[in-house]
């Protein structure tokens, strides 16, 4: 059974920085395409970094050189950095886990952005 659990989520100052982890079980994670992906109320979900099972990230444009993915396959985990957040990126923050057809979503961490 696919399980991801996000951690790191919380309330934090404008310009400030949050970390956000994301532990997987229950597949091989090496070989699975990692995301994040928000959703603020009122709003769709939205893809805010990916990285591939080889290493590759891209961003939302949103988030670009503001924000840094990376996965460590030794410890099925990926993470995220935020810095310089703004109150625009409050939102429910989840993992996702794709590959070819399957795709699993962890439960969400809530990050909120504000002074």
């Known amino acids: 059974q696919v399980q991801l659990v996000e951690s790191g989520g919380g309330l934090v100052q404008p310009g400030g920085s949050l970390r956000l982890s994301c532990a997987a079980s229950?597949?091989?994670?090496?070989?699975?395409?990692m995301g994040w992906y928000r959703q603020a109320p009122g709003k769709q979900r939205e893809l805010v970094a990916r990285i591939t099972s080889g290493g590759t990230a891209n961003y939302a444009d949103s988030v670009k050189g503001r924000s840094t993915i990376s996965r460590d396959d030794a410890k099925n985990t990926v993470y995220m950095q935020m810095d310089s957040l703004r109150p625009e990126d409050t939102a429910v923050y989840y993992c996702?886990?794709?590959?070819?057809?399957?795709?699993?979503w962890g439960q969400g961490t809530q990050v909120t952005v504000s002074s």
């Open positions: 996702n886990a794709a590959l070819g057809a399957l795709s699993a």
């Open positions: 229950g597949i091989i994670f090496s070989i699975y395409h």
